[in-house]
């Protein structure tokens, strides 16, 4: 089986390289689908919160790359021999998907933190923890050391807090140490069809 995973911070593009994956007929197994399910099955809030606290608890109880292993589990009667994997967090599961993987490539995607602010504040996931009305427990207020954005507009306000808290959560688990392992990088600083055509190139070429 060849492997190509898609690692970058929330909002930087990766659901959209996985869209243009399924539209060239390309199987994803989406790792963040593993912890929505999971976090289903014990009867949770799909939070933001809880999907943290899911993550966390799994990679302590089934080792660090529980997830990686267990978002191939459908993939087992593929037979196109190319999977496509949206949102690696560690270098624990880099290493996974390379010692299973035929060939595996890691692409990392680059997105300017205002860009990525944005994207998050306008795409209306419950499990951003910006949903209004929503299963939303509202943003943990970080303390001015542990800040990743600085003060903003107050419509993106709450949208930062958030992110901010879930960037902490995914750099915790090792997200920079897999960013290191990326073959290539893509800096998605255009717009959404330039990020469409630069995937589908480097699909078309791992193909």
């Known amino acids: 089986m060849k492997i190509i995973g898609f690692v970058g911070l929330p909002g930087s593009g990766k659901s959209v390289a996985c869209q243009v994956a399924r539209d060239m007929g390309l199987p994803v197994a989406v790792m963040g689908d593993v912890i929505r399910q999971e976090a289903r099955s014990r009867g949770l809030l799909p939070t933001d919160t ?7 608890d799994l990679r302590s109880s089934e080792g660090p790359e529980a997830v990686a292993r267990r978002c191939l589990i459908g993939q087992k009667g593929n037979v196109s021999g190319l999977v496509v994997v949206d949102g690696i967090r560690s270098k ?16 990392e995607i680059r997105t300017c933190p205002e860009d990525r602010l944005r994207r998050i504040a306008a795409r209306g996931r419950s499990d951003d923890g910006v949903v209004p009305n ?6 943990e207020i970080l303390p001015e050391s542990q800040r990743i954005f600085s003060p903003c507009q107050s419509d993106l306000r709450v949208a930062a807090e958030a992110l901010e808290k879930r960037e902490c959560r995914e750099l915790g688990w090792g997200m920079h140490q897999a960013t290191r392992e990326a073959d290539i990088c893509l800096d998605n600083d255009g717009s959404v069809d330039d990020l469409r055509r630069k995937v589908r190139d480097i699909l078309l070429r791992f193909c």
């Open 92 to 107: 624990s599961e880099v290493d996974y998907f390379r010692s299973i993987a035929e060939k595996f490539c890691l692409v």
């Open 134 to 139: 929503g299963p939303n427990e509202g943003p």
């Open 50 to 56: 809880n999907h943290g606290m899911v993550g966390d």
